[in-house]
Structures are given as C-alpha cells and as structure tokens.
T-cell receptor, first 113, second 112 residues
C-alpha cells in the first residue's frame, strides 16, 4: 500500500477483555515495529519483526502482550486481560530494512474502561 | 541505555520567525537520527533522516544537523508558518539497538 495502515483507529474495551490491533506495513518492507505512546510522551518501543520472526521483543511490558507476523507482512498485536493502564496510542512502523527510514501509521487509540 | 532529550518542551513563536529545536542523546554510537512531526491525534510523519556519517540534511525550509561527538542534533525551521504548528520528535537508532529511541518532543505553536 501507499503507507502504513492500522486498524481500528479507535478501540474501546472493558477491563479484562482481549483485543487485537492490526498493522499493514508498506509493501516490500521487511522490518516492522510496534510502539506505544502515552499522552505527552514519545513513543516507546514494544517489539521488532524482521520478516516473520520477532527479532527483539524486549519492550513488551509483560506476558499479556503478544504480537505475530505470520507471513512477513501484516502484523497483529494482541493484548490479553486488558488493564486501564494499557490505554494509549499503539503505533506501527515499517522500514525497508532495519537500518533505513521508518514510516509510521496513524495509530490505534486504545481505551480500557 | 540510550536516552533522548528534547528542549524546549514547548515553544510559541510569531509567524515568519526562524527557530531551532534541540535534541540530545546520551550515547554517541548511533547509526542514524530521524526527525518526525506529529499532529494532534495523528501518527508520525518522517521529516528528515541523518545517517551517522552525515552532518546535515535539508528539505525545503527544514534543516537538521547532527554532531555525534557532542550528542546533539538540531532542527532548524526557516520562516515559520501557522501550518508548522505540531509536535516535533527526534529519535536515534543506536548501533547496538534494533529500534528508534524517542525524545518526548517539542510542541511548536506558530501564531499568525
């Protein structure tokens, strides 16, 4: 596609529920990143994929968070047993390779009530 | 651990003024540094990417410089316009890292 696409743009869920956030990277980009941004803060790294594999998941806050990229393109970030503290904007980015310019999607605003 | 700091946190200027946004990073062993713009409620738009071997990059009214030895980068905006109002974020990619490390951003307001 022309840019990085994230769906949904907004998600409101109840505490304890499971959510999935989707990211469609730019076609041909092998590197894909998930970040989380809280109000007034810069994005914080969650996980990095090179192709299908998670090359670095050191930013995932706990085992309730999980992400997949089964075919090396679309990625899904999965959050189990959501907590109010998970409320944030989740940003996805892709780049041609790990060391090249990163392009971001519009983000998914997650609100846990 | 790489830390990125942006000063000032907020800046208000009248239209037409030239301005400089500052970014500092603690570890000079970076691979590249990228400047982004973020409008309220939106994602990040890439403005400029500077490789570690470069000193500056220019795009239109924007000029970004990099001084690895001092751990600093600046974004210069010439002849500011109200449409430049946004939050500007810098992020560094450390040589030993795999992802960009961001500052908290500078929120710029340009009044007409």
């Amino acid at each position: 596609g022309a840019g990085v696409s994230q769906t949904p743009s907004n998600k409101v869920t109840e505490k304890g529920k499971y959510v999935e956030l989707r990211c469609d990277p730019i076609s041909g980009h092998t590197a894909l990143y998930w970040y989380r941004q809280s109000l007034g803060q810069g994005p914080e790294f969650l996980i990095y994929f090179q192709g299908t594999g998670a090359a670095d998941d050191s930013g995932l806050p706990n085992d309730r968070f999980f992400a997949v990229r089964p075919e090396g393109s679309v990625s899904t970030l999965k959050i189990q047993r959501t907590e109010r503290g998970d409320s944030a904007v989740y940003l996805c980015a892709s780049s041609f390779t790990a060391w090249t310019e990163a392009f971001f999607g519009q983000g998914t605003r997650l609100t846990v009530v | 651990k790489q830390e990125v700091t942006q000063i000032p946190a907020a800046l208000s200027v009248p239209e037409g003024e030239n301005l400089v946004l500052n970014c500092s990073f603690t570890d000079s062993a970076i691979y590249n540094l990228q400047w982004f713009r973020q409008d309220p409620g939106k994602g990040l738009t890439s403005l400029l990417l500077i490789q570690s071997s470069q000193r500056e990059q220019t795009s239109g009214r924007l000029n970004a410089s990099l001084d690895k030895s001092s751990g600093r980068s600046t974004l210069y905006i010439a002849a500011s316009q109200p449409g430049d109002s946004a939050t500007y974020l810098c992020a560094s990619l450390h040589q030993a890292g795999t992802a960009l490390i961001f500052g908290k951003g500078t929120t710029l307001s340009v009044s007409s």
